[in-house]
């Protein structure tokens, strides 16, 4: 890397981590983001399409950035808080909300949502739909709409983190809007059904009598016979012979 790659690329990871990580779609904690989210979210940077999470982590152990604190065996990094934006340590409890936010969940998870609501630790909703159809394209997700009236109508709540990120536990099913789960959806999402295997030892007596017929196609062929074998007809003339 180089001296002025080397710059480029500190100057942009500042400004992810430590200035808006809201606009790349990351929620710090602490204002430590993963090294793979942190990669992902880069990716996506005209400049830095090609960078590798290699290349990334040898910025962080060979050039000891100032500003930064890389911590490898949990492959976590952040802005120092000296050298930050006090902001991204806060996220603020809201009663007002943009009409519709979105998030993203994994197609196999839809069906059950779509019928029981979405509760998790840290469900991340922005009302940028392109941010959000980044955000589930890294995690191989769907965007699913969010109805925030009908969702804090039903007891939800909502935590706003610096301008484009929001932050909820659960969300209930009526306020969610996503794809139909119709056969389509299911073809294309759903893993088919397995197969039923047969019993260990219908597996093995068949495995066996392959190698029987397998073996017995192989050798050459002789009669079989029982017992001591009979004398051709010279042979016992031979014998009398010498008898006499």
């Known amino acids: 890397m180089t001296d002025r790659e080397r710059k480029k690329l500190e100057k942009m990871l500042y400004y992810v981590l430590g200035r808006r990580p809201d606009e790349f779609g990351l929620l710090p904690n602490e204002g430590f983001v993963r090294l793979k989210d942190l990669h992902k979210a880069l990716v996506e940077i005209d400049g830095f399409k090609n960078i590798r999470i290699?290349?990334?982590?040898?910025?962080?152990?060979?050039?000891k950035p100032e500003r930064f604190e890389y911590l490898e065996e949990q492959e976590i990094v952040r802005v120092k808080p000296e050298f930050a934006a006090p902001e991204i340590f806060k996220r603020d409890f809201v009663d007002e909300?943009?009409?519709?936010?979105?998030?993203?969940?994994?197609?196999?998870?839809?069906?059950?949502?779509?019928?029981?609501?979405?509760?998790?630790?840290?469900?991340?909703?922005?009302?940028?739909?392109?941010?959000a159809q980044r955000i589930a394209k890294r995690r191989g997700a769907l965007v699913v709409a969010v109805d925030t009236q009908k969702a804090m109508t039903a007891g939800a709540?909502?935590?706003?983190?610096?301008?484009?990120?929001?932050?909820?536990?659960?969300i209930p099913a009526e306020a969610l809007?996503?794809?139909?789960?119709d056969e389509a959806f299911k073809k294309r999402y759903l893993t088919p059904p397995k197969k039923e295997k047969k019993p260990l030892e219908e597996i093995a007596i068949a495995e066996a009598l392959l190698t029987e017929t397998t073996e017995e196609e192989h050798l050459p062929y002789r009669k079989i016979t029982k017992g001591r074998k009979k004398d051709p007809d010279w042979k016992k003339t031979q014998r009398l012979r010498r008898r006499r």
Not at 54 to 63: C, E, H, M, N, S
Not at 177 to 181: A, D, F, N, T, W
């Open 97 to 131: 909300l943009p009409q519709v936010l979105f998030t993203s969940v994994k197609p196999k998870a839809w069906v059950k949502v779509s019928e029981n609501g979405l509760a998790a630790e840290k469900i991340i909703l922005t009302p940028d739909e392109k941010l």
């Open 177 to 181: 809007r996503g794809p139909k789960i």
């Open 157 to 170: 709540i909502f935590e706003r983190f610096l301008e484009k990120l929001y932050v909820s536990t659960w």
């Open 54 to 63: 290699k290349k990334l982590k040898d910025f962080f152990l060979i050039f």
